[in-house]
């Protein structure tokens, strides 16, 4: 490792967040999401973009200190939970890993299985929080909240407001509950289910949270600035398979062929990406494109995987020295 080339690195990596930050920021297209009432109540000029290294340094530019709420993003980590509580076996029987190619609320299962496609789409994720309420009981909201907060490093909190706006209009999570309840994908009081569900899309995160989030799983589980063990490896490399291949609704191919990072994406506007061993990246801004996902954080991403060779095919394997020489440099 090039130590004395360090601290050149760690600048031009500040440089490169703030030129992406400024490029971008102009940018207005996009929409907010507002088939949840309550989240057209955000401020659309919002962007933030964090890096979270895994020795614990934070590199931030523009609005990563404001909250929104986790929405989708919250998938990947229950995933992870669920995994965890009741083993890759029990799970895999009840949610396969298959991208769907539908959209995040589509109504529809795997045509082989009968079960849904996979744990990021909503069907799938609604079976996956059904596992841990199965599992836990009345604690279950608890214990997803606790380890969304371990993996953030910080104690994270719910949005009332959002929440009761989701519980109030999600007639289509409810139908999609009963569905899987019908096909024996979730057992129980589906309306607890979906109760849980819809907390767990309303905890307030920032960019800078997404980013420590993303640092835990690429320290393998471990959150880098607390030290403490969040998830179990094993259940880590299976949440980054999936979010690889499905964690950015019907744009992840694309998303995988271009970028090449796993990331899980929320109607909130924000993202969370991992490069494995290295960093977690959060952007925020909640402007959507059609498929559901961050306008600017999309862009942004493109443009700091391209520059800082993130993708997990990169040929000349330089983004992978460059990132590792700045994570031995600054802390
Ligand atoms: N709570 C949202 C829903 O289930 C999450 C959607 C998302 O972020 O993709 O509709």
Same mark, same amino acid.
């Given at each position: 490792m090039?130590?004395?080339?360090g601290p050149? =690195?760690?600048?031009?990596?500040v440089?490169l @967040?703030?030129?992406?930050h %400024?490029?971008? $920021?102009?940018?207005?297209?996009g929409?907010?999401?507002?088939y949840?009432?309550?989240?057209t109540?955000?401020d659309?000029e919002?962007?933030?973009?964090?890096?979270?290294?895994?020795?614990?340094g934070l590199h931030?530019?523009?609005?990563?200190?404001r909250?929104?709420?986790?929405?989708?993003?919250?998938?990947?980590?229950?995933?992870?939970l669920?995994?965890?509580l009741a083993?890759?076996?029990?799970v895999?029987a009840k949610?396969g890993v298959e991208?769907s190619?539908?959209a995040f609320n589509?109504i529809v299962?795997?045509?082989?299985?009968?079960?849904?496609f996979?744990p990021?789409?909503?069907?799938?994720?609604i079976?996956?929080t059904g596992?841990?309420h199965?599992l836990v009981?009345?604690?279950?909201f608890?214990?997803?909240?606790?380890? =969304?907060?371990?993996?953030?490093?910080?104690? @994270?909190?719910?949005?009332? %407001?959002?929440y $009761?706006s989701?519980a109030d209009?999600g007639h289509?999570?409810?139908a999609i509950?009963h569905?899987?309840r019908?096909?024996g994908?979730v057992?129980?009081?589906v309306?607890?289910?979906?109760d849980?569900?819809f907390?767990?899309?309303?905890?307030?995160?920032?960019a800078?949270d997404l980013?420590?989030?993303?640092?835990?799983?690429?320290?393998v589980?471990?959150?880098?600035?607390?030290g403490r063990q969040?998830?179990?490896l094993?259940?880590?490399?299976?949440?980054?398979?999936v979010?690889?291949?499905c964690?950015m609704?019907?744009y992840s191919?694309?998303?995988a062929?271009d970028?090449g990072?796993p990331a899980?994406?929320g109607?909130g506007g924000g993202i969370c990406?991992?490069?494995?061993r290295?960093l977690?990246i959060g952007?925020y801004?909640?402007?959507l494109?059609?498929?559901?996902?961050?306008?600017?954080?999309?862009? %942004?991403?493109t443009?700091?995987?391209?520059?800082l060779?993130?993708h997990?095919?990169?040929y000349?394997?330089v983004?992978s020295?460059?990132?590792?020489s700045?994570?031995?440099?600054?802390?």
């Amino acid at each position: 490792m090039d130590q004395k080339r360090g601290p050149v =690195l760690g600048n031009r990596l500040v440089e490169l @967040l703030c030129d992406t930050h %400024a490029r971008h $920021r102009p940018n207005r297209s996009g929409a907010l999401a507002d088939y949840i009432p309550e989240l057209t109540r955000v401020d659309p000029e919002a962007f933030g973009i964090a890096i979270a290294t895994v020795d614990g340094g934070l590199h931030t530019v523009g609005d990563t200190d404001r909250t929104f709420t986790i929405q989708s993003v919250s998938k990947a980590f229950v995933y992870c939970l669920a995994l965890e509580l009741a083993g890759r076996e029990a799970v895999l029987a009840k949610v396969g890993v298959e991208p769907s190619g539908d959209a995040f609320n589509s109504i529809v299962f795997d045509p082989r299985t009968n079960m849904p496609f996979n744990p990021m789409v909503n069907a799938g994720a609604i079976t996956v929080t059904g596992i841990v309420h199965k599992l836990v009981g009345k604690g279950a909201f608890e214990l997803i909240l606790e380890k =969304l907060s371990e993996a953030a490093g910080r104690t @994270l909190a719910v949005d009332e %407001a959002v929440y $009761r706006s989701e519980a109030d209009t999600g007639h289509r999570n409810r139908a999609i509950g009963h569905l899987l309840r019908n096909v024996g994908a979730v057992e129980g009081s589906v309306d607890d289910i979906l109760d849980i569900y819809f907390r767990q899309c309303s905890i307030l995160v920032t960019a800078a949270d997404l980013a420590h989030m993303g640092s835990t799983l690429a320290h393998v589980g471990d959150n880098p600035v607390t030290g403490r063990q969040v998830f179990d490896l094993l259940a880590v490399r299976s949440t980054l398979a999936v979010m690889f291949t499905c964690g950015m609704y019907d744009y992840s191919g694309n998303w995988a062929f271009d970028v090449g990072v796993p990331a899980k994406s929320g109607v909130g506007g924000g993202i969370c990406g991992v490069v494995n061993r290295q960093l977690g990246i959060g952007t925020y801004s909640p402007r959507l494109d059609p498929k559901g996902n961050s306008v600017r954080g999309v862009a %942004a991403f493109t443009e700091i995987a391209d520059e800082l060779g993130l993708h997990a095919f990169e040929y000349s394997n330089v983004g992978s020295a460059f990132v590792r020489s700045f994570v031995s440099s600054t802390g």
